[in-house]
């Protein structure tokens, strides 16, 4: 299965386009077309409040690590030997690969583990929720993307709920203590993973998905040994091993397939909008299974970053219009 798909999904997934590419010929196929997204944003979700409840169990470095270290020795049977013999393309293009690897697998992730240790899953979740406008802000910034009105108002109404959470709904409280450094740790992953979006989308590197994720796991890999052998260690054990199997399997193997499948179904544009299910659905679970309470400016701030990132995605007017020469 794994070796089909990491053969065939160069040409089943096309991130530029916007248009579904394969088309639903059922109920069955309707349903499923939506159940793809709605279980990535799920397990996404899951993992932010994993995230939280490895905070005391077992330390950053580690989960971190071993999610890795695990995920690459379980892909290694399916993809070591289709990416053995693609070496001749990957060679040309593993600078970026390296590049992709630290950014979106490495700091991205060990950050949010650092940030669980002192902010929410809730919080996590609200700004982790910046990733679409930041990557377009950025988009437009480096891809030439053009500027929109829901882009500029969009952007500002995210970053003005995100201030609201971080301040927990006081700017008095932001004014004299600052940003919590959790809450700080997660917008820089945040930035991180955002800049991983932009460089993943400029790049467009023209080899099966599926071993792209593998060697960014293998970078990953070895970018965070080093972090792992200095930090301090609790040790694998009973309390912690269904942690780093969730943010190993779920979130770093079946999320990326599902993805995949998703875009291949509905398009980039359709299926990122799931994306803005995450800090709903990490709030809702943080709550019943973390006893996180949630308190108005949550509601507030996350419904003011939801809906800057809804104006970004569907308000297109561009507030430039080009001017085209006309020949007389």
Known sequence: MLRHISAKSTCEVDANADKPIMAPHSAAGFFMQYLYPLLTVMIWAGNNVI?????????????????WLLAGLLFTPFLLGPVLRNRAAIKPIMGKVVVLGVLGMAIYQSLAYYAANITTATNMGI???LVPVMTLGMSIASLGTTLTAGALVGALVSFAGVLLV??????????????????LMMLVATLA???????????????PPLQL?????????????????ISPKTGLSASNIPLVLYA??????IAP?????AIGILGPSRTTLFFNLVPI???????????????????????MTLAGVILAERWTTPLRQKTIKRAT
């Open 51 to 67: 995230t939280k409840a490895a905070a005391g169990r077992i330390f950053p470095a580690e989960i971190g690590f071993y999610r």
């Open 127 to 129: 700004i982790l929720s």
């Open 166 to 183: 971080v301040s927990q709904g006081s700017w008095a409280v932001l004014i004299a203590h600052g940003v919590n450094m959790g809450d």
């Open 193 to 207: 993973y955002a800049t991983y979006s932009t460089l993943l989308k400029k790049w467009q590197l023209r080899m």
């Open 213 to 229: 994720l593998y060697l960014q796991i293998l970078v990953a890999i070895v970018a965070l040994f080093p972090l792992f052998l």
């Open 248 to 253: 190993c399997i779920p979130t770093s193997m």
């Open 257 to 261: 397939l599902l993805w995949m499948k």
């Open 281 to 303: 659905l990490t709030a809702l679970v943080a709550a019943l299974a973390l006893g996180e309470q949630l308190a108005a400016y949550h509601f507030i701030g996350g419904a």
